[in-house]
């Protein structure tokens, strides 16, 4: 209201404050003009009581202020004090129209009631639309503690594969902007701060509530992202991995690997990839371990390097129990359905190989050079099985020369079975004079 209303406001109390109730210039009890005052501004609340304007509440409220002024100066006899809670009664009635239309904690601070004037504290209604505020807050705190949840999950992968630039990144990042968030939609003071914050973006104080569920559950939604998501990252480390093993950085490769897996524990193609780092590094017990989790997340490749350890390992019906699995897997994987074909020539050549080497060892010479002979088709260019089969010809008295010429011929000697088989290819050769 403007300046010039107060004042008004403030004469017309002024004046009617100096006809006490209880004095004798108030014959009658209708004519007295402080109560006059009172009953007509009244009879204008319930008139206009679903259109109040401000003018009218504040000629009640202050008519109501002229009237207690009266009372203090002196007491009115019974007749009148009934009179005044009848009326006062009727301004009751009306709290609720006055505090939707009114912002009473303004004028109280702006006119400075006594604490006694209990017209001037009244409560504002609750809004309808607050009415599910508490299912509000309820979901508001369960969003919060599923958020928590979350980051306790993503935030114990990232330590558990050891930590890095992008894992302390993401780890931070995600608490900061969880306790940002707790704090202001479970704190008192981030709940006020939050409300003043609304306030100045214009957001109604009915949807407060609201607003702040939509808060913890944009959290929520962005944590469940990022989780979701946790393969993606996963995928990044072990490409990494895969280039740091390609250029000999095996420790990298091992932690980036590791990292991978933390973050998507079930990737076969991983648990293979960390499996040939062990390999490479010569940790065969760490290398098997990896194989056969590979294995049984269902990829039948690792069946073949996992054979092979055994094979060195001297441990053949393992050797053979793994290589048939992987088969199975390979198989049951195909289209069309039973056609009982290998995946690919290169595990095809590897299973016969494996094979034979397994049935070599173990004195079954005519099992042993079919399954080679089978992979030679295949694969010709390959070493081991010819020098696998010159192996089996020599212990069933039979000419190898052939197979030894193309076992030392194509031997690669950087794995180690091979540069021995080439050893002993040599050695044969010259015994024949070749």
Not at 3 to 17: Q, R
Not at 210 to 221: F, H, I, R, V
Not at 271 to 292: C, F, M
Not at 397 to 402: I, K, Q
Request: proline share 5%; aromatic share 6%.
């Amino acid at each position: 209201m403007e300046k010039s209303s107060l004042e008004k406001l403030s004469l017309e109390k002024s004046s009617l404050e100096k006809l006490p109730l209880g004095s004798a210039a108030a014959p009658r009890l209708a004519d007295h003009p402080v109560l006059q005052r009172y009953k007509v501004a009244l009879d204008a609340l319930e008139a206009h009581a679903d259109a109040l304007s401000e003018d009218a509440i504040l000629q009640a409220l202050t008519a109501r202020d002229a009237v207690q002024a009266a009372l203090d100066k002196a007491p009115a006899d019974p007749t009148i004090r009934a009179e005044i809670y009848r009326l006062d009664q009727r301004l009751r009635q009306q709290s609720g129209a006055i505090a939707r239309h009114l912002d009473l904690v303004t004028w109280r601070d702006s006119l400075n009631p006594p604490a006694s004037a209990w017209w001037w504290n009244f409560p504002k209604p609750p809004d309808p639309r607050d009415c599910l505020d508490w299912l509000w807050d309820a979901l508001t705190v369960t969003t919060m503690a599923a958020s928590f949840s979350l980051v306790m999950d993503i935030s114990s992968k990232f330590l558990t594969g050891g930590t890095d630039l992008l894992g302390s990144f993401i780890i931070v990042g995600q608490s900061v902007l969880t306790l940002l968030t707790g704090k202001t939609a479970l704190t008192q003071a981030g709940q006020e701060a939050t409300e003043r914050s609304l306030e100045r973006l214009g957001v109604p104080s009915h949807y407060h509530h609201e607003a702040k569920l939509g808060l913890s559950t944009g959290l929520l939604l962005l944590l469940l992202g990022l989780h979701a998501n946790l393969p993606r990252i996963a995928s990044l480390y072990a490409a990494w991995g895969n280039e740091n093993q390609s250029q000999g950085e095996m420790t990298r490769a091992e932690d980036n690997l590791r990292r991978s897996l933390a973050l998507d524990p079930d990737n076969p193609q991983t648990h293979y990839d960390l499996g040939t780092v062990y390999e490479s590094g010569q940790n065969p017990e760490k290398a098997i371990a990896q194989y056969r989790l590979a294995l049984q997340g269902g990829l039948s490749q690792a069946s073949i390097p996992l054979s092979r350890l055994y094979i060195l390992d001297g441990q053949y019906d393992m050797a053979a129990s793994v290589l048939m699995q992987g088969e199975q897997t390979a198989s049951a994987g195909l289209t069309p359905e039973g056609s009982g074909a290998l995946p690919n020539p290169d595990f095809t050549y590897s299973y016969h190989n494996n094979l034979g080497w397994i049935a070599l060892k173990q004195g079954r010479f005519d099992e042993a050079a079919a399954n080679l002979q089978t992979a030679i088709q295949i694969a010709p260019q390959r070493a081991s099985a010819h020098c696998l089969l010159a192996q089996v010809w020599n212990a069933q008295g039979r000419p190898a020369v052939a197979e030894w010429q193309a076992c030392a011929n194509t031997a690669d000697r950087t794995i180690p079975e091979e540069n021995a088989w080439y050893a002993q290819a040599q050695s044969a050769l010259q015994q024949q004079g070749f």
